[in-house]
């Protein structure tokens, strides 16, 4: 092989590796920009404390009103708290969002 048979070859290697580098780069900055969604609020205003104030056994934050975490409470001890990442808005899958009525975009 000549020289100038290898420099083209060179030559063409890293051209293609440019094109790989820039298309790998393209996919994760559009995998990173798409494959992100905004936090999801808390639908569970209520959490359940359970043991006394002064000795934390656990919490369990998964009740919608206080009558379901003081239903729970009862009898076994411990105390109901608002939580503290409930924001009051309603939570919605991707699924549920609401669809455009503009049927110009699609």
Known sequence: MNRAMKRAIRRHMTRAMRHVSIATAAALLALCAFATSPAAADPYRWCAVYGTSGSDNGTNCYFMTIGQCQATMSGIG??????????????????????????ATR
């Open 78 to 103: 411990g105390f109901c708290t608002p939580n503290n990442f409930y924001d009051g808005r309603p939570v919605t899958t991707p699924g549920e969002a609401p669809r455009s009525r503009n049927r």
